[in-house]
């Protein structure tokens, strides 16, 4: 994609809408839908980088209730002819076509390579690259199972739901604290996932989530690696307006 002259591409993560509770999540969404409403006026694009919900699972004819502000937003600016690209996270990653059918937004279950102006984007959620997330490397295993995810769709929603929507907060091993501190530049797994791909091919930007906190960390020549942080301490997001990228707070 070569960008029009005065258009951007905006990126958001981590919004957890939802924790830890509907009612304390408002001020959060409201600041969100502020956010789409601000960037709509000169986006080419919106990548959304997962865990826009801090709970989401799709069954055949059913989706959770609560943030159709949100839903409704994105499917407006969608229908204006701004793409939006979104890359499920740990804790929304049961998307299995909703968000295709009925909003127009691209879904993506894997980190995927884009060009803007002739710069080379790996762009991914992040959860489970790199030589950390141990834990959750383990679980993720049994959440995108087949046979898991079609014992969950047993459960009536109010009870399937309602135990994923309490474990999702309460889990630290899922998504937590430790998501929030910061290892150092040597040691953030991240950077060293992003490392070990230019070893094979050049990336001018390594964009991810999951860790909860705005890094700029440079991993080779030319290529740095950017976590765009997150919707609950942060608020932060990314930019790239055709030459450059930046992390921009709200």
């Known amino acids: 994609m070569q960008l029009p002259q005065g258009k951007k591409i905006y990126f958001s993560s981590d919004n957890h809408l939802g924790a830890p509770t509907q009612e304390l999540s408002k001020?959060?969404?409201?600041?969100?839908?502020?956010?789409?409403?601000?960037?709509?006026?000169?986006?080419?694009?919106?990548?959304?980088?997962?865990?826009?919900?801090?709970?989401?699972?799709?069954?055949?004819?059913?989706?959770?209730?609560?943030?159709?502000?949100?839903?409704?937003?994105?499917?407006?600016?969608?229908?204006?002819?701004?793409?939006?690209?979104?890359?499920?996270?740990?804790?929304?990653?049961?998307?299995?076509?909703?968000?295709?059918?009925?909003?127009?937004?691209?879904?993506?279950?894997?980190?995927?390579?884009?060009?803007?102006?002739g710069k080379k984007f790996f762009i991914g959620h992040g959860d489970g690259k790199g030589p950390g997330d141990k834990?959750?490397?383990?679980?993720?295993?049994?959440?995108?199972?087949?046979?898991?995810?079609?014992?969950?769709?047993?459960?009536?929603?109010?009870?399937?739901?309602?135990?994923?929507?309490?474990?999702?907060?309460?889990n630290k091993l899922i998504s937590g604290d430790e998501d929030a501190k910061f290892l150092g530049e040597e040691n953030e797994w991240l950077a060293q996932y992003a490392k070990r791909k230019l070893e094979t091919k050049h990336y001018d930007y390594f964009i991810f989530g999951h860790r909860h906190m705005p890094m700029e960390i440079p991993v080779g020549d030319h290529s740095t690696y950017y976590n765009i942080g997150d919707w609950i301490h942060h608020y932060t997001y990314g930019v790239f307006d055709g030459d450059t990228f930046q992390l921009k707070k709200e």
């Open 135 to 170: 834990g959750y490397k383990r679980m993720k295993k049994v959440f995108i199972s087949p046979f898991f995810q079609w014992c969950f769709k047993w459960l009536h929603p109010d009870i399937g739901v309602g135990i994923a929507r309490y474990l999702s907060v309460k």
């Open 27 to 117: 001020p959060r969404e409201r600041k969100f839908l502020d956010w789409l409403d601000m960037v709509k006026k000169d986006a080419a694009a919106i990548f959304l980088l997962g865990d826009l919900f801090d709970f989401w699972f799709e069954y055949k004819h059913v989706v959770p209730k609560n943030q159709v502000r949100v839903l409704g937003k994105l499917a407006e600016i969608a229908d204006s002819g701004i793409p939006i690209y979104f890359f499920v996270g740990n804790h929304d990653l049961w998307m299995f076509g909703y968000f295709e059918d009925e909003l127009g937004i691209k879904v993506y279950h894997e980190p995927k390579t884009f060009e803007f102006n």
